[in-house]
């Protein structure tokens, strides 16, 4: 596609449930990357794919979160049991890097999707 | 711990101003800093910087690496209300798999 693009852009859920949140990358890129930012703050990193595989996830908070890529472009980043402090924006992002350090490493990002836990 | 620091957090200035946003990083490994502007949601790339000394321009914008004192700075000449935006700066290190970033500058150009 033109750019990334994330599903849904808006997403209210309760205490205690399950959600899934989605990436889909630009056309072409390897590597894919999750970040949350909560309001006022910069992006946090969370989750780095090559590929399908997971390259750098020491970002994920805890075991709730999950992500996969197992056609190495879409990506859904996985979380369970939601709480309120999980209230933020997912920004995705994908970039044209490979692991052996050929492509640009200027990433490009989606518009996000708010997530609040009430 | 990898820290990116930018200053000043708000700014409110009028059109036709030049400002100086600032960013400061201390981290290991070291690999390249990035500015990006946020107006709604998605962050939009801006520049990338690798080596010391050597200025980026796109138009009104600029920016500059100083990595002997772990600085970089961005500055918008002749600024329009359009400017008015959140300027995040991010840094790569190690194996250049993630970047940390900053919590920003809130730039707000009035008329």
Known sequence: ?????????????????????????????????????????????????????????????????????????????????????????????????????????????????RLTVL | EDKVVQSPLSLVVHEGDTVTLNCSYEVTNFRSLLWYKQEKKAPTFLFMLTSSGIEKKSGRLSSILDKKELFSILNITATQTGDSAVYLCAVYTGTASKLTFGTGTRLQVTL
Do not use: M
């Not at chain 1, 399950?18 to 390897?30: A, K, M």
């Not at chain 1, 996985?78 to 490493?105: F, H, P």
């Open chain 1, 1 to 113: 596609g033109a750019g990334v693009s994330q599903t849904p852009s808006n997403k209210v859920t309760e205490k205690g449930k399950y959600v899934e949140l989605r990436c889909d990358p630009i056309s072409g890129h390897t590597a894919l990357y999750w970040y949350r930012q909560s309001l006022g703050q910069g992006p946090e990193f969370l989750i780095y794919f090559q590929g399908t595989g997971a390259a750098d996830d020491s970002g994920l908070p805890n075991d709730r979160f999950f992500a996969v890529r197992p056609e190495g472009s879409v990506s859904t980043l996985k979380i369970q049991r939601t709480e309120r402090g999980d209230s933020a924006v997912y920004l995705c992002a994908s970039s044209s890097i490979t692991l052996a350090g050929r492509g640009s490493n200027e990433q490009f990002f989606g518009p996000g999707t």
